[in-house]
T-cell receptor, first 112, second 117 residues
Framework: ELKVEQNPLFLSMQEGKNYTIYCNYSTTSDRLYWYRQDPGKSLESLFVLLSNGAVKQEGRLMASLDTKARLSTLHITAAVHDLSATYFCAVNTVTSYDKVIFGPGTSLSVIP | AAGVIQSPRHLIKEKRETATLKCYPIPRHDTVYWYQQGPGQDPQFLISFYEKMQSDKGSIPDRFSAQQFSDYHSELNMSSLELGDSALYFC????????????????FGEGSWLTVV
């Protein structure tokens, strides 16, 4: 059974600092997603990573994927308060293409 | 751009009642997903449909059923409601044909808040 873990679960960081959120998954997958969610709101797609070594960047966020290690990272550069939200990674399995399982989420708080 | 439309946005039901949630996917999208998110929890995969056929099933209770209709809209039916069913229910959609280009980004609706009292 596919398990998705994230580390850390809670993160408080100062504006201007850098940090990385880690996402580990337990079985072979061909797609990894990163989402952002504000309290009580919908899930906003940030990145979709397909292949080993894939790296995507948008603004202060950069995501990477290592399929051999079953690890993805979401790196935050020079954090600003607007990045405060919960970040989820989600993964499918090659045997259940549409069954996309979410990790527990990382609650990020950026402090001025 | 059109987004995933869910209705109703909020509903309150009593225990043992029945509720139906509706979802209208983004036009031309061929895959629909349903998720349940409890307070402070991650979204739990319930069920998915590809081209109106069930494609995968997750932790969906036997009291729940879902289907996708000929016009691609989907409904999640929940019967014998329990207090623990109170949650935010998301519908999402994607286009499988995009999988090799954009990785078929999954777009989520705003969600339907279900409160069972």
């Amino acid at each position: 059974e596919l398990k998705v873990e994230q580390n850390p679960l809670f993160l408080s960081m100062q504006e201007g600092k850098n940090y990385t959120i880690y996402c580990n998954y337990s079985t072979t997958s061909d797609r990894l997603y990163w989402y952002r969610q504000d309290p009580g709101k919908s899930l906003e797609s940030l990145f979709v990573l397909l292949s080993n070594g894939a790296v995507k960047q948008e603004g202060r966020l950069m995501a990477s994927l290592d399929t051999k290690a079953r690890l993805s990272t979401l790196h935050i550069t020079a954090a600003v308060h607007d990045l405060s939200a919960t970040y989820f990674c989600a993964v499918n399995t090659v045997t259940s293409y549409d069954k996309v399982i979410f990790g527990p989420g990382t609650s990020l708080s950026v402090i001025p | 751009a059109a987004g995933v439309i869910q209705s109703p946005r909020h509903l309150i039901k009593e225990k043992r009642e029945t509720a139906t949630l509706k979802c209208y996917p983004i036009p031309r999208h061929d895959t629909v997903y349903w998720y349940q998110q409890g307070p402070g929890q991650d979204p739990q995969f319930l069920i998915s449909f590809y081209e109106k056929m069930q494609s995968d099933k997750g932790s969906i209770p036997d009291r729940f059923s879902a289907q996708q209709f000929s016009d691609y809209h989907s409904e999640l039916n929940m019967s014998s409601l329990e207090l623990g069913d109170s949650a935010l229910y998301f519908c999402a959609s994607s286009l499988a044909a995009d999988s090799h280009t954009s990785g078929n980004t999954i777009y989520f609706g705003e969600g339907s808040w279900l409160t069972v009292v």
